[in-house]
Structure formats: structure tokens, C-alpha cells
């Protein structure tokens, strides 16, 4: 209920300064119990989202130095997040070597007892988190530079000082909820729901040289796509449309 009346708020459903419903008619609404849509409504006032007034009831809050989400084309994901990582700061939260994870070393085909260099970064916009990201890079590569390089630099540009040929990557996309590490530097709510970006970036001979797991807060970060009707009769059908050459160069 919190997750649902929050972007109910977020989505301009409920703007700053109205009056959310009253607890019996959320109750209605949504099929759930008065206590529950209470306690809702209790974290939603300790969040900051609602002011609980008298004769008004809870009132929608604005919230202060709020900006339109960062949107990317889904079809042009990729130089849209590189150029995102050089227009944007971060803050670096953890930074150790150390065997790769079972699936980790799965999807990058690592050898049994892989050591790779874990990096946990906040990426920020004006000072506001929208992105957490975990990276994986083999050790090899990976002592090609320091800490204070992944803090400061994207790690795209690292890779290839290192000398490592990008060739391809494959890169899935789902949803999930924040956990409570994430959700602290983040600045959500535990169990908040988040945009879940996974990509495994490979050299020119195949090999996996980043594992990235990205997590993007719902309401400051949003995949576009614009489609086309194609195709003649029955055979008619939905295509996407790749950005035009001009912004992918820019991106890139």
C-alpha cells in the first residue's frame, strides 16, 4: 500500500497539496484492512510524502529540489548509460578483490576460483541518488588502476585504458525491490520498487570483462521507446525506432 499510494503521488494521481481519501475508502478501494492502509499512511508522514492535518486529513506534500526523472531510449541503452556515467557523479561505496560469485562467474565464463576486484557505487544527479550500481571485473584487469580511478572515472574508459577491446555486450532488464543496504543509499524505502539492470560486457575474443548489476530508483529514472506501424495487411506490425545517427554519435 505504501509502494502503490507513493506513486500514486509521484504520477501526479494525487498532486501536492490534495487530500489523499480517507482511510475507509482506501480501505474500499484497495481490499485491505483500515490498520493496514494506517500504517501506509503512518510511513508515507515519516517519509515526508503526506502532512496529516486537521479537517484535511493527509495532504500530498511537494517535495523540495523534485526533478523529472532521467530518461534513456531502451533501443540505445548502452552510450546512453556511458553518457549518463560522464555527466553525473558517484560515490564509490565499497572497493575489495576476491572470488567471483557463483553466477557471476557463470555469465562471464570465468575458470573455477576466478578472483575478481567488486566495486559498489552511487550514481548521483544534482546531488540526488538514482543509480546503485555493482561491478565485476577480473583481477587481471582490474589492477590496472586504483580506487581513487573508479571513483573519479567511468569505468568504461577504464577498461579500455587497460587495453581491453569492448566487443559486444547482452544486457537484461527487470524489476525488483530494494533491499535495505540499497534502500539507504538509494534514499527509498525498504521494499521500494526498483528498475534492475543486468549486463555482461565481452572483449573481441569472447572473454567476460564486466559483470554489471544496476539497481534505479523507480521515480527518478524511466526507459522510453517510440514504435512504428511497418509491414503491408495481416503482416503489419510494431517495430522500434532507433535513435537517428546524430544522437547515437553524441551518446557514444
Do not use: C
Not at 24 to 50: K, P
Not at 116 to 145: C, D, K, M
Request: aromatic share 6%; hydrophobic share 45%; charged share 20%.
Amino acid at each position: 500500500m505504501y509502494l502503490l499510494l507513493r506513486d500514486d503521488m509521484s504520477n501526479g494521481t494525487f498532486p501536492a497539496g490534495t487530500s489523499l481519501p480517507g482511510e475507509q475508502r482506501l480501505a474500499e478501494v484497495h481490499g485491505v484492512s483500515r490498520v493496514t492502509i494506517r500504517r501506509a499512511l503512518e510511513a508515507l508522514a515519516s517519509d515526508g510524502l503526506i502532512e496529516k492535518r486537521a479537517g484535511s486529513g493527509s495532504v500530498v506534500r511537494a517535495q523540495d529540489g523534485a526533478s523529472a526523472p532521467l530518461a534513456a531510449d531502451f533501443t540505445t541503452l548502452i552510450p546512453q548509460l556511458v553518457a549518463m556515467g560522464q555527466s553525473t557523479t558517484a560515490r564509490l561505496l565499497s572497493f575489495s578483490y576476491g572470488p567471483a560469485p557463483d553466477a557471476v562467474a557463470a555469465a562471464m565464463a570465468l575458470p573455477d576460483g576466478a578472483r575478481v576486484q567488486t566495486a559498489v557505487r552511487v550514481r548521483l544527479v544534482e546531488g540526488r541518488p538514482f543509480s546503485h550500481l555493482t561491478t565485476y571485473v577480473p583481477e587481471a584487469i582490474a589492477t590496472n588502476y586504483t580506487e581513487a580511478d573508479l571513483a573519479t572515472t567511468p569505468l568504461f574508459r577504464l577498461l579500455e585504458r587497460s587495453g581491453v577491446q569492448v566487443d559486444a555486450a547482452h544486457q537484461s532488464v527487470t524489476a525488483t525491490l530494494a533491499s535495505p543496504d540499497v534502500a539507504e543509499a538509494l534514499g527509498v524505502s525498504v521494499g521500494s520498487a526498483l528498475l534492475s539492470l543486468r549486463r555482461v560486457v565481452r572483449d573481441v575474443d569472447g572473454r567476460g570483462v564486466e559483470y554489471l548489476s544496476a539497481l534505479y530508483r523507480a521515480d527518478a529514472f524511466r526507459l522510453e521507446m517510440t514504435l512504428t506501424r511497418v509491414g503491408q495487411g495481416g503482416d503489419r506490425h510494431w517495430e522500434p525506432v532507433i535513435g537517428d545517427p546524430a544522437s547515437r554519435e553524441a551518446a557514444e
